[in-house]
């Protein structure tokens, strides 16, 4: 059995950081890709970022160079620093991996979220 869980979220004021971290667990033969996502309220889950298993990463417009993606493949951890946060980065942020079991079946995981929230 594979789980992804996220920890880090919270509430922070307007232009203030928040570091996320996903930890991978259980039967892992090979992490991909590994990515967060958000969902604000009434919109749709969207990609924020992207690592790959050989470091490449990509970012959404609305977030490059102010946040920055990056794993430790040691840990089975994955992170997202968020610098410069503002209002409109509030959402429950989602880490996704495809991940080999030692079965080695393929499948795509969820976290369960960590709730962000900017705000003053």
């Known amino acids: 059995q594979v789980q992804l869980v996220e920890s880090g979220g919270g509430l922070v004021q307007p232009g203030g950081s928040l570091r996320l971290s996903c930890a991978a667990s259980?039967?892992?033969?090979?992490?991909?890709?590994m990515d967060w996502y958000r969902q604000a309220p009434g919109k749709q889950r969207e990609l924020v970022a992207r690592?790959?298993?050989?470091?490449?990463?990509t970012y959404a417009d609305s977030v490059k160079g102010r946040f920055t993606i990056s794993r430790d493949n040691t840990r089975n951890t994955m992170y997202l620093q968020m610098n410069s946060l503002k209002p409109e980065d509030t959402a429950i942020y989602y880490c996704?991996?495809?991940?080999?079991?030692?079965?080695?079946?393929?499948?795509?995981?969820w976290g369960q979220g960590t709730q962000v929230t900017v705000s003053s």
């Open positions: 996704h991996a495809q991940i080999t079991a030692i079965s080695r079946s393929t499948t795509s995981y």
């Open positions: 259980g039967s892992i033969f090979t992490i991909y890709n």
């Open positions: 690592i790959t298993n050989s470091f490449s990463t």
